[in-house]
């Protein structure tokens, strides 16, 4: 464990506030194993309609929490994984620093396991990185039940090929994450949000155009009519750059409702949601429904009806893939996530041969043959 260069500035160890169950998670996956017994596993549950149904004895991590280690001064935490997320948040809050990548919720019972392990990022993403990119470390439960610890405390521990940041985004299916290590930053000094007006060709111009230029960008949507963006970074540097691309002031919080998929555009409309990741310059694509463009173009998401055929095959055309965010009992694809190349598919495979050989962690939950 990294030791901090001033002891005096540790952030104390909150392991006490929340308590350690990994040996009884490790008898519990060692069982399973042994029997050939599928696990469902789950954390505060606020991601279910993310990927497909899972057939399994639930495994709970919602006890084995709390902060064991936080150093501000080194920009570390590590964090138990069914520590809820909100605690972990309002921790770093305190110490005028957070997650980068801007993590969704989803709901209040969110935790730290479940955000890794679906790997899903906020409106910052482009300008400051997905999860992965913040995974220093984790410690895992592999399919024998042994306790197994990737990467650490520093960023050059994960040079290379590294495990912790394999198991971030693949929900639960090649072991059970207990332990998370992050890289945390400071908060800016500055934060201002602007809506302009604009149609959406001139939209993706001006952010093609801006994204060439040392701008304090943080966030670029385009919506209802209008391009909004979100300045972070020094006082002077926030106030130039807002003067300069002028518009009018927008509630900061609108980041946050986009990003708990909370706004209109979610809410009131009944059609399947579709996230689409194209190039970020790429025109409208010729599909039924209402869109909303996200991580200045390169997240795209939306509302349709259209099958789930014709969505992706637009989105290959356009040198990007889809997935559906609505459950197929609601009415969404039968296959959230697009299917895998045959190369690909024999990768995946093989890996899931490796790691979880009697197939007991979240079988299916990405794809129906894993």
């Known amino acids: 464990m990294t030791q901090p260069h001033h002891e005096q500035d540790a952030h104390?160890?909150?392991?006490?506030?929340?308590?350690?169950?990994?040996?009884?998670?490790?008898?519990?996956?060692?069982?399973?194993?042994?029997?050939?017994?599928?696990?469902?596993?789950?954390?505060?549950?606020?991601k279910a309609f993310y990927g497909r149904p899972v057939e399994g004895e639930t495994l709970s991590l919602a006890d084995h929490r709390g902060i064991t280690h936080y150093d501000p001064v080194e920009l570390v935490v590590t964090v138990r994984a069914g520590t809820p997320l909100a605690e972990?948040?309002?921790?770093?809050?305190?110490?005028?620093q957070r997650l980068a990548f801007e993590p969704p919720h989803f709901g209040a019972s969110a935790t730290v396991g479940?955000?890794?392990?679906?790997?899903?990022?906020?409106?910052?993403?482009?300008?400051?990185?997905?999860?992965?990119?913040?995974?220093?470390?984790?410690?895992?439960?592999?399919?024998?039940?042994?306790?197994?610890?990737?990467?650490?405390?520093?960023?050059?521990?994960?040079?290379?090929?590294?495990?912790?940041?394999?198991?971030?985004?693949?929900?639960?299916?090649?072991?059970?994450?207990?332990?998370?290590s992050f890289k945390v930053l400071p908060k800016p000094a500055a934060t201002r949000s602007l809506r302009l007006t604009m149609n959406l060709e001139s939209a993706l111009e001006r952010l093609a155009e801006w994204g060439r230029q040392p701008l304090p960008l943080s966030a670029a949507a385009w919506y209802d009519g209008a391009l909004l963006l979100r300045l972070e970074g020094g006082n002077s540097s926030v106030a130039a750059t807002a003067e300069r691309l002028g518009g009018d002031a927008l509630d900061t919080d609108f980041w946050r409702t986009l990003r708990e998929q909370r706004l209109a555009?979610?809410?009131?409309?009944?059609?399947?949601?579709?996230?689409?990741?194209?190039?970020?310059?790429?025109?409208?694509?010729?599909?039924?429904?209402?869109?909303?463009?996200?991580?200045?173009?390169?997240q795209r998401w939306l509302?349709?009806?259209a099958d789930a055929e014709t969505i992706r095959e637009a989105a290959a055309r356009a040198g990007g893939h889809a997935t559906c965010f609505t459950p197929h009992a609601e009415g969404g694809a039968e296959s959230p996530f697009t299917p895998l190349s045959p190369v690909l598919a024999k990768y995946h495979r093989q890996l899931k041969a490796k790691l979880d050989p009697n197939g007991i962690f979240n079988p299916g939950r990405l794809y129906e043959a894993l």
Not at 163 to 176: E, K, N
Request: aromatic share 6%.
């Open 265 to 298: 555009f979610f809410t009131d409309d009944a059609r399947p949601l579709w996230r689409l990741s194209l190039p970020n310059d790429m025109p409208a694509l010729a599909l039924d429904g209402q869109v909303l463009y996200d991580w200045g173009g390169a």
């Open 88 to 96: 972990l948040e309002t921790a770093l809050d305190a110490e005028d």
């Open 303 to 305: 509302k349709s009806d």
């Open 114 to 180: 479940g955000t890794v392990a679906c790997g899903l990022s906020g409106p910052r993403r482009p300008w400051a990185g997905a999860v992965r990119d913040f995974v220093l470390g984790a410690r895992v439960i592999s399919h024998d039940g042994k306790p197994l610890r990737f990467g650490g405390e520093v960023m050059k521990n994960v040079a290379g090929y590294d495990l912790s940041r394999l198991m971030t985004g693949a929900q639960g299916t090649l072991g059970v994450l207990t332990e998370i």
């Open 12 to 46: 104390p160890v909150h392991g006490e506030r929340g308590q350690d169950i990994a040996d009884r998670l490790c008898d519990r996956v060692r069982r399973a194993d042994a029997e050939g017994t599928p696990l469902k596993i789950v954390g505060g549950d606020t």
